[in-house]
């Protein structure tokens, strides 16, 4: 299958999914109230409406379409999902309704489809967040750091990295800025041969958000330019940190992991949403004969792994174990590791990853 085909891992408009803590909603009770099945104008929900059956033109329904891919990676299943404007209740995939199974989690897609919301008013879960549909990007007009009312770092985030062992001398060949009028909103800017063409920012308490209507491509995207062999994290920060390390070769997806791996087969490229980062990188990764898959440690962190590698080709991909934190767990991610342990433990962990190839010869469908 040509590369072209790709999928919009959140893309990060792809998925530009923020998930609050559990238990940051209040009460329970009182949040069940306001949303039960409740339209944002004075209409009840149809029963069994579906997403199909939304009335809009068929750049909507792309959207909604879009929607559904996203948060169905999440674990979210919109088996009978609201109409725009509307709320509906699902299963948590995060709880699973605990032990009276019950429909918790409150999902709703705004009036115009620009993204959907959802929530969980379990008192012992609180999973919340938002997915976006992708917007297309105007090449009219050329994205700079002065239209995106960037500025250098404060001294109080250059001391939030350098708690990380991040140092002053990576963050400024990596361009990493702030927002100005905001103390502590880090951006970091996405680049291709040098040209500004989107940006992600983080808060100092892991709020994130994106530029719309940007082209989306992995992160650190010039440094593997011409790598034979490239690192593949989960996060800026985790790529900071291998750069920390001695790798420069190392690019980062923009945006989280799915819930799950995918039980279905690979969607064509025009419709592999969530990873579309990777085709639009396709001549990049092209040129990579080994590629290690450094991502988070968690669940979610593996499942992204096997569809990255999934997409890359299994045969020249790599994926990395981290170092054991305790006799009962490991660390988490590539900061992490370099936090605790120190660069050479972190490169250590790099370069004693796993072959994922599998017994038989398994073609990438990115090449």
């Not at 329970?28 to 109230?33: D, I, K, N, T």
């Not at 940006?199 to 989306?216: D, S, V």
């Not at 988070?296 to 990255?308: T, V």
């Not at 174990?321 to 991610?333: H, I, L, T, V």
């Amino acid at each position: 299958m040509p590369f072209g085909v790709a999928h919009r891992l959140s893309s990060c408009p792809g998925l530009l999914v923020s998930i609050k803590p559990h238990g940051s909603f209040g009460s329970s009770a009182a949040l069940r109230r306001s949303v039960r099945c409740s339209r944002t104008d004075s209409k009840p929900p149809v029963a069994g409406a579906r997403l199909q059956h939304f009335k809009g033109g068929a750049a909507d329904m792309a959207k909604l379409r879009e929607l559904e891919q996203k948060v169905a990676l999440l674990g979210i299943d919109c088996e009978d999902p609201s109409r725009p404007g509307f709320y509906c209740n699902l299963f948590c995939p995060k709880c699973r309704g605990g032990q009276k199974v019950e429909r918790s989690l409150s999902f709703h897609i705004v009036q115009s489809g620009e993204f959907a919301m959802w929530r969980c008013f379990r008192m012992e879960c609180g999973w919340a967040g938002q997915a976006f549909a992708e917007m297309k990007a105007n090449s009219t007009v050329q994205m700079t750091e002065e239209s995106l009312r960037l500025e250098p770092l404060s001294d109080k985030i250059i001391g939030y990295f350098a708690e990380r062992k991040i140092s002053e001398e990576t963050l400024q060949r990596n361009g990493v800025k702030q927002l100005s009028g905001e103390q502590s909103a880090i951006s970091f800017p996405y680049k291709r041969e040098g040209q500004l063409v989107g940006c992600k920012y983080r808060t100092l308490e892991k709020k994130f958000w994106q530029e719309k209507g940007t082209e989306k491509t992995l992160y650190g995207l010039d440094d593997i330019s011409e790598a034979d062999e490239i690192v593949i994290v989960e996060g800026e920060i985790d790529k900071l940190s291998l750069e920390e390390a001695g790798f420069i070769n190392c690019a980062s997806v923009p945006s989280g992991a799915p819930g799950k791996v995918s039980k279905k087969g690979l969607p064509s490229p025009d419709k592999d949403t969530a990873y579309q980062y990777l085709w639009n990188c396709k001549d990049y990764l092209d040129k990579a004969s080994r590629i290690i898959l450094a991502t988070d440690g968690d669940a979610p962190g593996q499942a992204l792994a096997e569809e990255l590698a999934k997409r890359l080709g299994k045969q020249r991909c790599w994926k990395v174990n981290w170092p054991k934190k305790d006799d009962f767990s490991r660390f988490n991610d590539a900061n992490e590791v370099l936090k605790h342990l120190g660069p050479t433990s972190l490169r250590e962990a790099i370069e004693h990853a796993d072959s994922m190839s599998p017994t038989s010869s398994e073609p990438s469908d990115i090449r």
